[in-house]
């Protein structure tokens, strides 16, 4: 089958690699329509983890089922699903309790696993045609009769809507609550939107990208551009200097100044400045233990100086870490077969997987108007 392998730095190709297959008799064979990059992959094409050369990546996966294993009962062949990119067994005290981004017996080497993914585990992603699902049943969720039409729509329950949602809920947020998003990024945007859908008052985000800005403010947010001025400041000034109630990062340990110069404690410590006293903190963007590209030595550990005097002055809370998928996928996949949600209002292009190097270039730049890249394997587009 033809998949988007990693190389090295900057360096990925589509090529042919041996089929993915049903190796388990739990496992679900998906012949993969719709797949996404994401920023998380960013952090991997950069050369920022330790991903081996080899993989194949792509962890925002939708498709049909062409083939199950012997011990599958729900899923059927034909089925359209899609697929949480937690890869997550359901019986272990993490699963049981909804922590799937936490599964305690499929990464040897953490909890919690993932396809395609740096330190979670050794499965393959699926910017392929084809992708294993292990423990088929409890992994892939069934999509409705207009699951063709809303591909890209349902797609983005693979990774970033339920990511987005889940910021917001480790925010604490509540309706009428204002909520501050770093990040306008497709993650960024995802959380703000699903803050517009839980009933905030006022949303910000910042970033200063002009094209994300303007696609922030397009859901309804109040766009804040931190190449201006203090994006503390700004929020400051528009919650009658107190901060808004809520705060949600979606950056991650690559946050970087308007000029590019990392520092990766830049949003989590504007954030403590930029919530009120007793708020809450949603912390989704990517934090490592160890980052040996980073720009100091502290950081290549994973340590960031951190403004605890005045989160804890302030009384604030924080909640961190991956997305558990499968706590919000089923209801976000009713509001979008509602028309309640279309977040594939974040999509900008749609190429076939041969073009998605390109993709990969232009998506890690930034380039005006590349927010999120959808990649159509087979040649497959609607
Ligand atoms: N926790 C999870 O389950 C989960 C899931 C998906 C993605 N992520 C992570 O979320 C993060 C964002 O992903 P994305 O796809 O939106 O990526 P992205 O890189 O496209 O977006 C990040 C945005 O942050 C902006 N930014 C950089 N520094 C900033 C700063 N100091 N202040 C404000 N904005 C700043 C950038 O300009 C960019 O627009 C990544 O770290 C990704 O790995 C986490
Ligand atoms: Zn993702
Ligand atoms: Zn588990």
Redesign the pocket.
Known sequence: MKALVYNGARDVVVKDVPDARVERPTDVLVHVTTTNI??????MYEGRTDLEPGRVLGHENLGEVVEVGSAVDRIKVGDMVCIP??ISCGHCKNCETGLT?FCLTLNPDAAGAAYGFAGMGPYNGGQAELLRVPYGDFNCLRLPPDAKEKQNDYVMLA??F??GW??TELSGMRPGDSVVV?????????AAYSAMIKGASQVFV????PD?LRLAESIGAIAID?SKGS?VDQVLEQTRGEGADRGC??????????QGTE?PN??MN?LIKSVRPTGGIG?????LPQDPGAPDAMAKKGEIPFDMGLFWFKGQKIG????N?KAYNRQLRNLIHTGRATPSFVVSHELPLEQAPEGYRN?DT?EEGW??VVLHPNGHRH
């Open positions: 994401c920023g998380s992959d960013l952090h990119f937690n981004a990774d970033i339920p990511t889940h910021c770093y990040g306008a990024g497709p993650v960024g945007q995802m910042v970033d200063r990208h994300r931190d994006p990062e979606c950056v991650g340990y690559q946050a970087h100044d308007p520092h830049m949003t504007n912390v989704v963007g990517i934090f961190t870490g991956q997305a998928v998506f930034r927010t999120k």
